[in-house]
């Protein structure tokens, strides 16, 4: 659930999700659109929301992520599959180069350096190591096709949303809907905090099954 | 070693453990008593020093977490076993409801959501992952039972205190002596850096085995 | 990159690198230089760079490091093999002990506890776990002698730099040119930064191979 509910895009960080969080969108999405854990903000308070541009590389070469910055629409996160290796794929320059060309952030399954400053340039990056390890420039990689993500499918437009929380996909076909069931969670959630801070219990107010307390009682388990 | 030292409740978060961290808690105790490493707190600062109410849940499912709101007694700290599982059993919904109990924290073998709002709320949780997955609401689990919280035991009324060092538990019928001898440890700790800014080493103050040069010289390792 | 320049020695944290940071200095050396992944700072913003002092202790045991601390050359970083073993072989005290003679930081492939503490007397640490987990005080270990640090040889004189990025280990025969070319570096970098900001791609500035968009299109993978 995020603080802010308004669905209107402000040109804020997150404007383009409605504001929701990644979590709030991920219970409205009903989809499995949420990547494995380990995608971690690489600076406290950094945040994702836009929609995606794939990039496929090969683990220890960031080749691909030098033409991707070249060539991603304006306004695209780069979402890029590494295959996972621990190697620093990004710093400061293509920091310097995706801000020129209007690009909102990074999702990577794979390494980063230069955390200081990308903090300092206010890039939110999400990634699944830190290190220095160095890279070749050789393999072309694949620009703008889909890829998996920790599990998830991404295609370019996409709206992929990263926060502390993790990383989202919400297909481009039902990302709007999705938005306009998370203002709505968002309405309901309100009046379910209503109703604990008047005094009744989640099990009440969701529903749920009662505790059966002679089977609490007795199960060996 | 803590930089408070008073054993006095005062109300205040980790009153009840004589403000003692974790790390001063587990040498006093001199017992198997700290959970294996890998339980982070959630936002930076939280710290839970309370009696313990134990939860044993299915992976994947929290309805065990919902009950437990509602029944463990204000004053408590919930302590989950949710298998280790990486799913988000807990958020911003349950954590007002909680509070709303007076509960004082969580330490869950699981993953959690709404860190940014758990932070906002204050409210502190220890847990093993950070995730968005969702869960089931079908599994009743096991309320105020023993656990093995990450080769830890854990009964109701146990005092449990986790800080950014890790989580410890100590008996109930132990908890108060560990306190008083944590007080002493205190005392004689700060007797050791008064030897040490003294010019003092620790190989002297503590009485440690002296080093055999000689064999440093000389053996082949 | 660091975003400061000067190769001075001013006295302050880091002046023995020039300034430099972990990812710029690797970049330079031009050398396999970079500790595997996996030893962070023990709070935000710690940062070391120094001479290195080698300890090679027992996973469960830190007398060796009693007796680094005693032995160690003021002005140095201890650098402690502790097996990688997660047991809490630092905290406070050693902390104190380490400070009043002069030493500048510990980089540990191993745990530590009192962190709060760590960060409160300004202490900078770089482990591989945190826990509170206890040490005997039995071995001996080895001092001032080679080991290898998640892959890398240091040697007593070695300059080691950690910081949120990594930890690298230059050779102390190699250190003052690494640094040479590390400023050298900078200057290229700001020039490529200029490049980038009007509106060249790193792909033009760093002449990287074009793509070959016919590839792209008709390739299966």
Not at 155 to 171: F, H, K, Q, R
Request: glycine share 14%; with cysteine; aromatic share 4%.
């Amino acid at each position: 659930m995020s603080s802010q509910g308004e669905s209107v895009d402000s040109g804020q960080p997150g404007a383009g999700a409605g504001g929701h969080s990644a979590a709030t969108l991920y219970e409205a999405a009903g989809l499995e659109c949420a990547c494995r854990p380990g995608l971690r903000p690489s600076w406290a308070g950094a945040r994702i929301a836009g929609l995606a541009y794939p990039v496929a590389g090969i683990g220890g070469d960031n080749l691909a992520l030098h033409h991707a910055v070249a060539h991603a629409p304006a306004g695209h996160v780069l979402v890029a599959d590494l295959q996972g290796a621990a190697h620093g794929y990004w710093g400061e320059i293509l920091t310097v180069a995706a801000q020129q060309r209007g690009l909102l952030g990074l999702v990577i399954d794979g390494g980063v350096r230069d955390i200081a400053e990308l903090a300092a340039l206010g890039f939110p990056v999400f990634a699944s190591s830190v290190t220095v390890l160095g890279t070749g420039k050789e393999h072309q990689g694949r620009l703008g096709q889909p890829i998996a993500l920790r599990g998830v499918r991404v295609s370019t437009g996409d709206l992929i949303v990263a926060d502390v929380d993790g990383v989202v996909v919400l297909p481009a076909a039902e990302a709007a809907a999705i938005i306009r069931r998370a203002d709505r969670r968002l309405q309901h959630e309100k009046q379910i905090i209503t109703g604990l801070r008047a005094g009744r219990t989640t099990v009440q107010l969701y529903g749920l099954p009662d505790r059966d307390t002679q089977v609490d009682a007795e199960q060996a388990w």
